[in-house]
């Protein structure tokens, strides 16, 4: 079992993802908001964060950069977590700090098993 910490404002994936989660034995954490993700993750340390990068708060760029630049949460385990499918997100993502990348909508059958691979 894992702690995952999930930070996403669109309420249905953050349930969804939660729920998939749990039922894989996982415990979860949850923030609409990249500013409370941004402490949670400080203050909890959990073995992985994924981490929209649409947040209308702060955009996940920015929140990533909080995270690293913190001396106990900046080596957190931390995927893109995001709508944008284009051609070369992903390897944007990598490029920019994170540890992988995944992209919505989320996929029933392999959800928790995609997001398994990125644990420490």
């Given at each position: 079992?894992?702690?995952i910490?999930?930070?996403?404002?669109?309420?249905?994936?953050?349930?969804?993802?939660?729920?998939?989660?749990?039922?894989?034995?996982?415990?979860?954490?949850?923030s609409?908001?990249?500013?409370?993700?941004?402490?949670?993750a400080?203050?909890?340390?959990?073995?992985?964060?994924?981490?929209?990068?649409?947040?209308?708060?702060?955009?996940?760029?920015?929140?990533?950069?909080?995270?690293?630049?913190?001396?106990?949460?900046?080596?957190?385990?931390?995927?893109?977590?995001t709508?944008?499918?284009?051609?070369?997100?992903r390897?944007?993502?990598?490029?920019?700090?994170?540890?992988?990348?995944?992209?919505?909508?989320?996929?029933?059958?392999?959800?928790?098993?995609?997001?398994?691979?990125?644990?420490p």
């Amino acid at each position: 079992m894992a702690t995952i910490l999930v930070v996403e404002d669109t309420p249905a994936n953050l349930a969804l993802a939660t729920k998939l989660l749990r039922v894989a034995g996982h415990e979860v954490l949850t923030s609409d908001t990249a500013a409370a993700g941004v402490a949670m993750a400080r203050d909890r340390l959990p073995d992985l964060v994924l981490l929209d990068l649409g947040l209308p708060d702060m955009d996940g760029w920015q929140a990533l950069r909080e995270i690293r630049a913190d001396a106990r949460a900046g080596a957190l385990r931390i995927v893109a977590f995001t709508a944008d499918a284009m051609v070369g997100d992903r390897e944007r993502a990598l490029a920019g700090g994170f540890d992988g990348y995944m992209s919505k909508p989320i996929d029933f059958a392999t959800f928790a098993e995609g997001v398994e691979r990125y644990l420490p």
